[in-house]
């Protein structure tokens, strides 16, 4: 049973991971100076990268969901991915982390923590 739940717990994490590298260089993408051509947005090395890892955490999430339900899937996974998203793109872009968003992500994060026990 153990190993089932690291198994999971892994699965969930890799995605959390995925889909927030893969928000990460889709704000990069915006960043780089292009034209607004749509063929040149869709062409960006950024943007493909980007659907390159959303589409790796689409696969694991969906293997994460044979073992676990639907209902502690997806907070965990959104909870990791807030606490990620925020921290990085505070480091790499130099986006506000001022005291109240730590602390609602902390809130959520503990809100997902006490919904997900079983």
Same mark, same amino acid.
């Given at each position: =049973? +153990? ?19 893969? !928000? ?5 993408? *915006?960043? !780089?100076?292009?034209? @607004? ?6 062409? %960006?090395?950024?943007?493909? +990268?980007?659907?390159?890892?959303? @589409? ?10 044979? *073992?676990?339900? #639907?209902?502690?899937? #997806?907070? !965990? ?7 990620? !998203? ?28 006490? =919904? +997900? *026990? %079983?």
């Amino acid at each position: =049973m +153990t190993q089932f739940l690291k198994l999971s717990g892994l699965l969930i994490a890799a995605t959390a991971f995925c889909n927030c590298i893969g !928000t990460i260089l889709l704000k990069q993408s *915006r960043l !780089t100076p292009t034209n @607004s051509s749509i063929i040149l947005t869709i062409a %960006s090395p950024w943007l493909i +990268t980007s659907l390159i890892f959303y @589409s790796t955490g689409l696969i694991l999430f969906a293997k994460a969901l044979e *073992r676990l339900p #639907v209902s502690i899937a #997806v907070p !965990t996974c959104q909870g990791i991915g807030f606490v990620l !998203t925020a921290f990085l793109s505070h480091w790499l872009f130099q986006e506000k982390l001022a005291l109240n968003h730590v602390i609602a992500i902390s809130l959520i994060f503990a809100g997902i923590c006490i =919904m +997900t *026990r %079983s």
